[in-house]
């Protein structure tokens, strides 16, 4: 059973920078991964992608000021988040891409003034 742990969010001021990691207890090599958000409620939703090749896709609102990364050695994914808005407020979870595996419990992001 493959275990996801997410860390580094918090309180933000907007404009302000986070960055999120997610660590994996099983292999992601050869693995597309993936961020996704749930904001109270809505349904949780897509933020971004990340191939074996560390090609890149991503919501189109958070396009610019997210940046997915992956480190297959250490089994880890990253999203480094900039400019940040109160839009952007959210649960935000790893997982792989396409499918899940079970979710892990998220990290908040709040981001207010």
């Known amino acids: 059973q493959v275990q996801l742990v997410e860390s580094g969010g918090g309180l933000v001021q907007p404009g302000g920078s986070l960055r999120l990691s997610c660590t994996v207890s099983?292999?992601?090599?050869?693995?597309?991964m993936a961020w996704y958000r749930q904001a109270p409620g809505k349904q949780r939703e897509f933020v971004a992608r990340i191939t074996t090749n560390s090609g890149t896709n991503y919501l189109d609102s958070v396009k610019g000021r997210f940046t997915i990364s992956r480190d297959n050695v250490k089994g880890a994914l990253y999203l480094q988040m900039d400019s940040l808005k109160p839009e952007d407020t959210a649960v935000y979870y790893c997982n792989k891409y396409p499918g899940t595996w079970s979710w892990g419990q998220g990290t908040q992001v709040t981001v207010s003034s």
């Open positions: 099983g292999t992601i090599f050869g693995i597309y």
